[in-house]
Every structure is written in structure tokens, then in C-alpha cells.
């Protein structure tokens, strides 16, 4: 069914970029809503950044700044640019993906399987 793949993450020192990317097939990609979300040991998943269907987007206070979310409907894809990492952002990062209704109903949606990043000197 649903599938949302990501890949990018890895080891980086603090002040350092990665960028993360997210393909999805399965879906009609150009209507669902996306986000990044991430979570680090022994804490919630929390949404770092998001963007609709129609190219809103929005970031946690804690990214904001650093972090730039985009996507690219001709190739099903979501990416997170991310600048000026710090060990804070050490987490596995998954894609998601929501489809909203006219009435305003959202699905829950379809996860990503993760990727680590891991910022460490």
C-alpha cells in the first residue's frame, strides 16, 4: 500500500547541514499534506515542520531559522534542509503524510519507517 521512504540522515557535527528526503508513491502525493516529524530516545514524537498540499508551511520553534521544509510534487518527494545542527536535533526523523477533507477531517495518515540523525562532536 502506502509507502514513504526517507533517507539522508547520518552522523554530523554541530554547525553542520544534512538534508533529508522523503518519496512517496502509493498516494496521490500533489493532495496530501507532509511533515517531518522527529523523536529522540525516552521522548515524544513531535512534529518539526510541515507543509499542506498547498504549500503552507510551518516549523517548531526550536528549527525555525535553520530548518527548511519543500517539496517537489513532479517527484513525489519531500525534503528537510537542515542547517546549523545542533545535538539537540539528535533524532530518528520520519516522514508523514495526511490527507485533509473539505470538511476539514484529517486522516491519521501513513509514517515513514525513520531515519537517524545523530549530531555529536
Known amino acids: 500500500q502506502v509507502q514513504l521512504v526517507e533517507s539522508g540522515g547520518g552522523l554530523v557535527q554541530p554547525g553542520g547541514s544534512l538534508r533529508l528526503s522523503c518519496a512517496a508513491s502509493?498516494?496521490?502525493?500533489?493532495?496530501?499534506?507532509m511533515g517531518w516529524y522527529r523523536q529522540a530516545p525516552g521522548k515524544q514524537r513531535e512534529l518539526v515542520a510541515s507543509i499542506t498540499s498547498s504549500g503552507n508551511t510551518n516549523y517548531a520553534d526550536s528549527v525555525k531559522g535553520r530548518f527548511t521544509i519543500s517539496r517537489d510534487n513532479a517527484k513525489n518527494t519531500v525534503s528537510l534542509q537542515m542547517n546549523s545542527l545542533k545535538p539537540e536535533d539528535t533524532a530518528v526523523y520520519y516522514c508523514?503524510?495526511?490527507?485533509?477533507?473539505?470538511?476539514?477531517?484529517?486522516?491519521?495518515?501513513?509514517w515513514g519507517q525513520g531515519t537517524q540523525v545523530t549530531v555529536s562532536s
Open positions: 502509493r498516494i496521490i502525493f500533489s493532495i496530501y499534506d
Open positions: 508523514h503524510a495526511r490527507f485533509t477533507f473539505s470538511d476539514n477531517r484529517q486522516e491519521n495518515g501513513y
